[in-house]
């Protein structure tokens, strides 16, 4: 029997356009008397770093609404000059003054109707976020690394090195994205100026040799903005067919250094006059094109032993062009939004895979190729409408709708030559050398409506409320023609009809409970409930296999969470979480089978369910000013349960009976991970830092008492040292070490196909910074790669050296 083909085109499961509307979350906070300092959290000991402690709180938390497209109160947190020149109330931030900025009032929850991010409109800042930053401001609100460009300054940083690779160099490529020999270009350059106090205009990129980026933003304050930027990079491919020790001469391998280059064109421009609403239309051009190793299913041997898998290649272009329109306005306190975004992509691909090798033997002898092209194209559009007003205090609704409508055509040519190796006519089999499809269409809509609401806190409880509601329908045609060999060596080809539609309907609750009244502690439970009714309708007429099938599925998911989060101390934080998450589907099918043996595919199943239990906690401890170390442990147990119809033994074929049907559990996924990271600074000048983590995981199938079929066990050890020494004023030292370990691979060699991946992977690397001028810094670095894989026979192995020199040079 043979699947649905319709099946195997992609946009079945393309990325969907569903925006999922956000419900908001907020933590009470009590309202105090402004600027009264003893209320905010202390500052933690030990040096700041913006880009490791400060720029993710900002792009979490904050640059949502206080970026540089219509900033709320005309306040951008994008540059430090931004950020000091303060907003509609003035300036915010004092550096050296934590005590006397407003910023840090606000993010505390301190100053009623400026709590920042504004309640109901995003996650509040914990306590220790905000004493870092208020640490931050102390030490003088130091931004971005020191590559930093202030206004009316241009940084470039150009780059030459070379890589020398031992062993297998396309496996070096694919795991670290560089090629051998010589490499160099602008590691960095970064410019900004400001024509007027209210106009920037600023670029910054990248351009190596495969490997690209360029950006261009140009905004005036009340008026509008305009961005555009181009990146692309380059992925590379190793193409080993898979190892097996028993069969020589092995590996198989193509060497074809197959690489894909994958890039994106965007242009944004917006509107942002003061009391007008917000428009921004985009544009973007996202691409790939090239060639990637794949690994197909087919008969490669020695002439004793034969394997099943086997390196081919697949030729792709795809791209897509996408149109995006928003505006957002402001109407007493309401928030009205619409986005809309249309994509048209097109991916073309071309595969020739051959196989029925003989090793050793000339490549054309006994092979037989298949050569697939296919197309696809479609045109997606979606529209999502959205309301959201701050009613009082304690009360907050939010409301949406989408709309959604795709629609897409294909074609498909598959051609088996020199069958006999791969598939020999008989009697009762037919052989099949291919089919040809011009017509292949789908088209989809959907309607989606979501509410969502948050009340209080009262007494430091908060409740949010939500649901969200799905309608889609789909429907898919396709013609074939079906190219047949029949016994005798005659040939027939038949014209075949698919359709088949999808209707799906899914309702959705949310409910969250947050508690803040306990000291230091933030406690919360959420609970998600959603129900999908599926019904789906597959009718093929013509061909050898006439198909017809009509199955309905329902499914239940309940996925609920609690955890809390607690610094009882200012230098421990300890937060923990449980989550259930249980997804059971039920089939039925009204209508299949058109007479044996084409019963409806897969009429088989008639329910399966995952059931999975997660655990983590999370341990911060800062022992002294100069060690912090954090610790975390995470603990995943999945159950998978299927029933099925029974499959009995079919007196007429002798085709053996395969399972006696019921429920069982299919396999179990058990998986832990801990993780260990520490900083020490013991000296001024000495900075290091340390990660270890572990990961154990076990996959285990009812079908492991057959000896093929062994549990799939393993671990995975990486660890992480960098540190940097200040030698003197000018000069700094800097060295690191990383490690990967992997050991999947399962013992079963003698009853099955080897399985699974050994490896070990390392990395050292040495290297000194040194000022040499006013405006100029040398940079000098060496690495060194090691990789083994025993489970590919030491196939891939290779050791590999870089050196690299860069000179940082600021303008003017
Ligand atoms: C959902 C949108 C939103 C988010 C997220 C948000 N803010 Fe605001 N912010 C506002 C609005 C709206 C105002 C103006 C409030 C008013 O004037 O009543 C504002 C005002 C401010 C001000 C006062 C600016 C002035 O006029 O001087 C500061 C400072 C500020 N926010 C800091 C932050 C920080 C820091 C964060 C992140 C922790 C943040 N905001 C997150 C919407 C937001």
């Given at each position: 029997m043979r699947p649905n083909r319709l099946s195997n085109f992609k946009w079945l499961n393309r990325?969907?356009?569903?925006a999922v509307f956000a419900f908001c979350f907020v933590w009470g906070q009590a309202s105090a008397a402004d600027f009264d300092a003893s209320k905010l959290p202390p500052a933690p000991p030990g040096p700041i770093d913006f880009a490791r402690d400060i720029k993710p709180l900002l792009d979490g938390h904050c640059l949502k609404c206080h970026s540089d497209e219509k900033p709320k109160s005309h306040f951008r947190l994008t540059s430090r000059e931004a950020a000091l020149r303060g907003g509609e109330h003035g300036v915010d931030i004092f550096p050296g003054r934590s005590e006397r900025s407003p910023l840090l009032f606000y993010v505390a929850g301190l100053v009623e109707d400026l709590a920042m991010p504004p309640a109901g409109r995003g996650v509040p800042l914990t306590s220790q976020e905000v004493g870092r930053l208020r640490a931050w401001i102390d030490q003088g609100v130091v931004w971005g690394p020191t590559t930093n460009v202030a206004v009316g300054e241009l940084i470039a940083s150009p780059i030459v090195g070379w890589t020398t690779v031992h062993g297998d160099a396309l496996k070096f490529r694919e795991l670290y994205l560089r090629n051998e020999g010589w490499d160099g270009g602008l590691e960095h350059f970064e410019a900004e100026t400001q024509p007027s106090p209210d106009t920037q205009i600023s670029t910054t990129g990248h351009v190596l040799r495969d490997d690209y980026l360029v950006t261009l933003n140009a905004s005036k304050d009340d008026l509008g903005f305009a961005h555009f930027g181009w990146d692309q990079f380059r992925k590379y491919y190793d193409d080993l067919g898979g190892y097996n020790p028993l069969v020589t001469p092995s590996p198989l391998e193509l060497n074809r250094g197959l690489f894909l280059d994958i890039g994106r064109a965007h242009a944004e421009f917006g509107l942002t006059l003061p009391r007008w609403p917000r428009f921004v239309l985009g544009y973007e051009d996202q691409y790939r094109e090239g060639t990637e190793s794949t690994l197909q299913w087919g008969p490669v041997g020695d002439g004793t032993l034969t394997n099943n898998v086997y390196p081919a290649l697949k030729t792709i272009s795809e791209r897509v062009h996408i149109l995006k329109f928003d505006a957002d306005y402001e109407l007493a306190g309401m928030e009205i939004s619409d986005n809309f975004r249309g994509e048209w992509y097109r991916l073309s691909t071309r595969e020739l895979n051959g196989s029925g090798y003989t090793l050793g033997a000339p490549a054309a002898t006994a092979a037989a190729f298949t050569t697939a092209n296919e197309s696809q194209s479609y045109f997606a559009g979606a529209n999502t409408f959205r309301l959201e007003k701050q009613f009082t205090d304690w009360f907050f609704g939010a409301g949406g709708y989408l709309y959604s409508k795709l629609n897409a055509s294909g074609s498909a040519d598959v051609e088996n030559a020199n069958l006999p190796a791969l598939n020999m006519p008989s009697i009762f089999f037919p052989g099949y050398p291919g089919f040809q499809s011009e017509r292949i269409e789908l088209e989809r809509e959907s309607h989606v409506f979501s509410l969502s609401t948050m009340v209080g806190p009262w007494h430091g409880l908060s409740l949010t409320l939500g649901t969200q509601n799905e309608w889609t329908r789909q429907t898919g045609l396709t013609t074939a023609n079906v190219s047949l060999a029949l016994p005798f060596g005659m040939f027939s080809t038949d014209p075949e009809n698919l359709y088949s539609d999808l209707d799906r309907r899914s309702f959705s609750q949310e409910a969250g409970l947050r508690f803040t009244s306990l000291p230091f502690t933030t406690l919360y439970a959420d609970a998600r409930l959603q129900e999908d009714d599926f019904g789906q309708y597959q009718d093929q007429t013509g061909g050898i296999t006439p198909f017809l099938q009509k199955s309905d599925a329902k499914s239940a998911l309940q996925d609920l969470r609690f955890g809390f989060n607690t610094s009882p101390w200012q230098r421990v934080s300890l937060s923990g979480q449980f989550r259930r998450y249980d997804n059971e589907t039920d089939y039925a099918y009204p209508l299949k089978a058109v007479g044996p043996p084409n019963e409806g595919y897969p009429a088989f199943f008639k329910s399966r369910d995952l059931l999975s239990n997660q655990a983590e906690a999370k341990l911060a401890l800062q022992l002294t000013a100069w060690l912090k170390t954090s610790l975390s442990y995470q603990w995943l147990a999945n159950q998978y349960h299927t029933a099925t119809d029974p499959v009995t033994a079919d007196p007429f074929t002798g085709v053996p009976g395969i399972s006696p049907g019921g429920q069982l559990l299919a396999g179990t996924y058990d998986a832990h991970m801990g993780s260990l990271n520490s900083t020490l600074t013991p000296w001024r000048r000495l900075f290091l830092s340390t990660t270890v983590s572990y990961q154990n995981a076990r996959t285990i199938t009812s079908g492991n008492n057959l000896p093929s079929v062994v549990p799939y066990a393993g671990n995975i050890y990486s660890a992480l040292v960098n540190g940097n020494y200040t030698l003197d004023s000018k000069t700094t030292l800097l060295v690191g070490y990383s490690l990967s370990r992997g050991d999947f691979n399962q013992a079963n060699s003698g009853a099955g196909l080897p399985l699974g991946i050994a490896y070990w992977q390392q990395t050292i690397q040495a290297g000194l910074k040194r000022q040499v001028g006013k405006n100029a810094t040398l940079g000098l670095q060496y690495q060194f790669y090691h990789y083994q894989e025993p489970s590919a026979g030491g196939f891939d192995n290779f050791t590999a050296h870089t050196i690299f020199a860069t000179l940082l040079c600021r303008f003017p």
């Open positions: 990325t969907e356009l569903f």
